[in-house]
């Protein structure tokens, strides 16, 4: 991945920049996601919310996610582009949602979550980790 990296939401509205390489980039299966995605998945980078510089203002909603911690969702309120995601157990740290990226090809996800509320048509890679709920921090791989 070339860093620092940017994107943001389909109008402009938003734009942001990442200093640093990501710490994962997941695939999240959860209902939370599913939700807020409007997907049957969401694919996010996490990074250091320090690294991550903001223009515009998103709108943000809170939810309890899969992992049960209280999980704030960000989106572009003209767009709807969902953007960020932050865990309230673990705020040093962020998701971005990939389809926002300026250059998307350079998502490779590293590891599927929450594959037991996974979709039965959806084709998981073989290649890459499986877990049903999360690893470790919930909040931390929350996409
Ligand atoms: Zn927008
Ligand atoms: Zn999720």
Not at 13 to 24: D, M
Not at 38 to 55: K, L, Y
Not at 108 to 129: G, K, N, Y
Request: aromatic fraction near 8%; hydrophobic fraction near 35%.
């Amino acid at each position: 991945m070339n860093i620092p990296f940017s994107g943001g939401c389909a109008c402009g509205s938003i734009r942001y920049t990442c200093a640093h390489e990501p710490v994962a980039m997941i695939n999240c299966h959860c209902r939370d996601c599913q939700l807020s995605s409007g997907a049957p998945f969401a694919s996010g980078i996490v990074v250091m919310t320090a690294d991550v510089e903001i223009t515009g203002t998103p709108k943000t909603y809170s939810v309890r996610a899969g992992s049960g911690s209280l999980t704030a969702r960000s989106f572009c309120a003209d767009c709807g582009t969902p953007l960020f995601t932050r865990g309230e157990a673990n705020p040093g740290f962020m998701s971005i949602r990939f389809p926002s990226l300026d250059q998307p090809s350079e998502f490779q996800p590293m590891l599927d979550i929450w594959t037991s509320s996974a979709r039965q048509w959806v084709c998981l890679d073989q290649a890459i980790p499986q877990f049903p709920q999360s690893p470790q921090q919930p909040s931390e791989l929350e996409a």
